[in-house]
């Protein structure tokens, strides 16, 4: 009887082992899923950065689902004005969603006011619908790229629950930022002109990517003058 019983006993320890082990594991490995934000879900990298009387902001176009690419033709920046443009990165239903909502709203403002939206009320407005929804928001980090009316550069970068920051030199955006800040520093230098500009933001952008597994596999640039808007497709590495 004493030697059932020790029998019993011991396979009951190993059960409780088993049990325990097996629940440590299933916890760690939630915890590794987990570790990935969900702003970097889709991957993103977006830079605006100021010239002198111009603007440029530039995004990649991949869309993936954690390390899977799905396209690579994905549109991140769109265009609000003439002379404002929207970035947005992170989550990529809540993207769709924001810009069709923005240009509901900016749409409504041309109704009302008879005019086109300044980049500065554009950015307010998109603070204060982040705010708005900030029990619930939406998952993205929003860029604002525009010219005032004066013609000098307007750049304003948020978070997802719409807290502002403005700059005057480049604001950033994504999955790498370390990256994108880095190569910015390194590279901007104040009242560049539309063309150095443009070559100064696509090595940034195309630089920055290379090292980074969420974005990349190409890119698009918009380059905002008093004159108008040209864009233009950059060829990424495809590994």
């Not at 930022?177 to 443009?198: H, I, K, Q, V, Y």
Request: net charge neutral; hydrophobic share 40%.
């Amino acid at each position: 009887g004493a030697q059932r019983g020790e029998e019993s006993s011991a396979r009951l320890h190993r059960r409780r082992s088993k049990k325990g082990a097996g629940g440590l594991c299933g916890r760690a490995r939630l915890e590794g899923e987990s570790e990935m934000s969900i702003l970097e879900h889709n991957g993103a990298a977006i830079i605006a950065m100021a010239g002198k009387n111009c603007v440029a902001i530039a995004s990649d176009t991949r869309f993936g689902l954690r390390q899977q690419t799905v396209a690579c033709d994905f549109e991140k920046v769109f265009k609000m004005t003439n002379r404002v443009f929207v970035g947005l990165a992170g989550l990529a239903t809540d993207v769709q969603t924001l810009r069709n909502l923005l240009k509901f709203r900016l749409s409504l403002y041309a109704l009302r006011e008879e005019r086109e939206m300044k980049a500065e009320t554009l950015s307010s407005l998109l603070s204060h619908m982040l705010y708005e929804k900030r029990f619930g928001p939406y998952f993205v980090e929003p860029l604002v790229a525009g010219l005032k009316d004066d013609g000098t550069p307007f750049l304003c970068g948020m978070d997802l629950i719409g807290a502002p920051v403005y700059t005057s030199d480049f604001v950033v955006s994504g999955t790498c930022t370390p990256n994108l800040n880095g190569m910015c520093e390194s590279m901007w230098r104040p009242d560049m002109g539309a063309d150095d500009l443009f070559e100064t933001i696509s090595q940034c952008l195309l630089a920055s990517v290379d090292r980074d597994a969420m974005s990349g596999w190409g890119a698009i640039v918009h380059v905002i003058t008093p004159e108008g808007v040209t864009s233009k497709r950059l060829k990424g590495r495809m590994d």
